[in-house]
């Protein structure tokens, strides 16, 4: 710049147009913070948010005493496929496709609510992409458990006379629908 006046006049613009110094908060207490504002507006039940907020702890467990505004791309990325891939304590095995989607769905939600506080500039979350199909239909009976439930059926028919028992088979067997056996 030619003269100083020149010179400050062109930090002050500057200074208008560059984002503000983001503020520092560890992911732990943007979590909390997060669920409180969450329940605050009656975005959620109370039950819904414990829930929750205990899915995205385990989730987010290795960043709860990082800044939120350390957390990258690449990291947001790894922590959701080594998500997909480990196992449950639960069942032993990695969680279904509608648990890691959703769980990658409340960690895109947290970290957009942290944007618009402020918090960070970008969300490292939004362009993560989930994997997996989630499962549609309903659940259908293993071999055993038809098997159980026809040999269970006609013992109730044949010592009780119970017809209800007779139809529940009789719908299996048939591949009828419960109003048509009725």
């Known amino acids: 710049f030619a003269t100083e006046p020149e010179a400050l006049q062109a930090k002050q613009e500057a200074s208008q147009t560059l984002p503000k ?20 507006h009656e975005k959620c039940r109370p039950e819904t948010a414990k829930e929750q907020r205990a899915q995205l702890t385990r989730f987010l467990d290795a960043e709860l005493s990082s800044p939120v505004s350390k957390l990258s791309q690449a990291r947001a990325t790894s922590l959701y496929h080594s998500f997909v891939e480990a196992p449950t304590q639960k069942t032993g095995q990695p969680p279904k496709a509608a ?16 944007v618009r506080r402020g918090y960070i500039g970008s969300n490292p979350f939004k362009d993560v992409q989930p994997v997996g199909r989630v499962s549609r239909g309903k659940p259908q009976l293993r071999f055993e458990e038809a098997s159980r439930l026809i040999t269970t059926g006609l013992r109730l028919y044949d010592e009780q006379q119970d017809l209800m028992a007779l139809a529940s088979v009789v719908a299996l067997l048939l591949g009828l629908r419960a109003s048509e056996v009725l």
């Open 99 to 114: 648990t890691h989607r959703f769980v990658l769905k409340l960690a895109q939600s947290l970290y957009q609510w942290a």
């Open 21 to 40: 110094q983001l503020v520092t908060i560890l992911v732990a207490d943007a979590i909390a913070e997060y669920f409180a504002d969450k329940l605050k």
